[in-house]
């Protein structure tokens, strides 16, 4: 893939979908200025947790609670993190499997036989399952004014030995993105919403994906990765 289209993820994400871009109201449409605070702290953000670029890997968007509003969210989630760890180098673009065949291979699970993270992982013939527990999507607190709030727990699964690789800790490491009120209200309509969404999704996608690699802080840098 063409490294201006991983560019355009940064600029869409950082720049505009962080919610401060184009919101639709009924019928018409509102440009939001844009957000600006100032952020502390050092101007990189170093890598949490270095991968094996040569080891083919599968982002697992799990979302069993049903915290997410619509099932293709976790696509797009999926999506925008490999597509930013592939331009990164984080993982060869060869190496990489897109996680929609995560997605599709757990579809085959039942309630009685949940399949675990690393029969998921061979199934779709990888060495490697980063795994994404989706912990909360929101992008109103009241219901009203937009205020988007997103989280998940992130664990890198070895696939032919079934064990955790990275975190330590067993409930996963958290990332979280939780982004100024823009003052502006729910769009009446259900395309103004589901565009909201998507900017979300891709904004947790985006700060999954700088677990792995050192990046220039900036206004999305309010996650614990951050």
Not at 84 to 112: C, P, Y
Request: aromatic share 6%; glycine share 8%; charged share 20%.
């Amino acid at each position: 893939m063409p490294m201006t289209r991983f560019q355009s993820i940064a600029t869409r994400v950082c720049a505009g979908l962080i919610l401060a871009g184009i919101f639709a109201s009924g019928s018409a449409c509102n440009i939001v200025a844009p957000i600006v605070y100032v952020v502390h702290g050092p101007p990189k953000v170093k890598a949490i947790h270095e991968l094996d670029p040569e080891l083919k890997t599968v982002i697992f968007v799990d979302d069993r609670a049903n915290k997410l509003p619509r099932r293709s969210l976790k696509n797009v989630i999926g999506k925008s993190a490999e597509e930013l760890m592939i331009s990164k180098g984080v993982i060869l673009e060869e190496n990489m499997i897109a996680s929609r065949s995560a997605t599709l291979a757990a579809s085959a699970e039942t309630d009685s036989e949940l399949m675990s993270i690393a029969d998921i992982g061979k199934a779709v013939g990888v060495d490697r399952v980063i795994y994404v527990k989706i912990e909360g999507f929101s992008i109103s607190r009241d219901g009203t004014i937009i205020e988007p709030v997103a989280g998940a727990f992130i664990k890198v699964i070895d696939t032919a030995e079934n064990k955790r690789i990275w975190p330590s800790e067993r409930t996963g490491f958290p990332v979280k993105i939780q982004l100024p009120p823009t003052g502006s209200q729910i769009p009446t309509q259900r395309a103004g919403v589901n565009r909201i969404q998507i900017g979300v999704a891709e904004s947790l996608g985006v700060q999954i994906a700088r677990i792995f690699y050192e990046y220039e802080r900036d206004a999305l840098s309010t996650s614990p990765t951050g």
